[in-house]
């Protein structure tokens, strides 16, 4: 990008201070949750690139630059086709024997950044309030926050149950392309029960009141009879991570946060759904 077009580009997000005596602190990217698209694909086992524009460039630069941008991409994904599809398989094919289901931004790298020092507008003191430009600019040492690290993570079980009164998380789950099977006749299995310590209730966001769950699972499977009509969904799939990502209670953007199972949960109280590092085999047919 600089030596074609003379326009520079950099990882997403902000400085965590704009004051010119504290631009020091560093960089730091956005959100590692799902609900950010470039991570949700990330968790499909696809590659995604996220472009924006630079809010503060004039309107022509901001077309020109995210122009650039997208045209340098697919000439790269088109130059390196092959490396790009064995990349994908491999993810299709990959099991991991964890997952990670909460995280944190990680260690920071030093780099210099390009920064224009500016002043108070007299607009507020929080974080996003308004800033006079100067038009001066300084390379200023500093962390870039830019990778995340897991903060919780969850072994990888070989299946998900889910009673069958669940459909609406079924149909969730059908509708993102993860394999799921229903059983067809009654059927044993050792299973672990996640047992819930607390719920934290967050603030409304776009229209949610997101939940968050405390627990443990049990540390010794029990011998279950399941009765036909439970759902299995396992995670030798290509979007095995995806479901255990929804599925984990603890998970910090999953079906828990965005309130499909509020009317389910209650301290000290067993979380519906189950998980089994082991399966007899399951008369059960693959829903559709």
């Known amino acids: 990008m600089e030596q074609r077009y003379q326009q520079r ?24 949750r799902a609900r950010f698209g470039t991570n949700w694909m990330g968790l499909r086992g696809r590659l995604s690139i996220l472009s924006e524009g630079y809010s503060n460039a004039d309107f022509r630069s901001r077309i020109s630059a995210t122009y ?10 088109g130059e390196q086709t092959a490396a790009i599809k064995q990349v994908v398989r491999t993810a299709d094919r990959t099991n991991n024997d964890s997952l990670a289901i909460r995280s944190r931004l990680g260690s920071p790298v030093f780099h210099e950044v390009i920064a224009e020092i500016t002043g108070d507008a007299g607009e507020g003191s929080n974080g996003f309030a308004r800033r006079q430009r100067t038009g001066e600019y300084r390379a200023v040492r500093m962390p870039v926050y830019d990778r995340f690290t897991a903060t919780r993570k969850e072994a990888r079980p070989a299946a998900y149950l ?14 993102q392309g993860i394999a799921v099977d229903v059983s067809t006749s009654d059927w044993r299995t050792r299973a672990e029960a996640f047992t819930v310590d607390s719920i934290a209730v967050g603030p409304l966001f776009e229209g949610h009141r997101t939940i968050q769950v405390e627990g443990r699972w049990s540390t010794q499977p029990v011998d ?32 828990v946060t965005w309130n499909f199972l509020d009317r389910e949960l209650e301290p000290r109280a067993v979380y519906p759904i189950l998980r089994a590092h082991r399966l007899p085999p399951v008369p059960s047919t693959a829903l559709p």
């Open 9 to 32: 580009t950099f990882s997403y997000g902000n400085f965590r201070s704009q004051h010119p005596d504290s631009l020091a602190q560093g960089w730091e990217t956005s959100d590692a």
């Open 68 to 77: 650039n941008f997208v045209r340098e991409v697919l000439e790269l994904a």
């Open 162 to 175: 889910i009673p069958s009164r669940l459909t609406e998380i079924i149909d969730l789950l059908l509708r």
């Open 224 to 255: 279950t009879l399941l009765s036909s009509g439970w759902y299995l969904v396992r995670t030798d799939q290509p979007l095995g991570t995806l479901a255990g990502y929804l599925l984990e209670p603890a998970s910090e953007d999953g079906v």
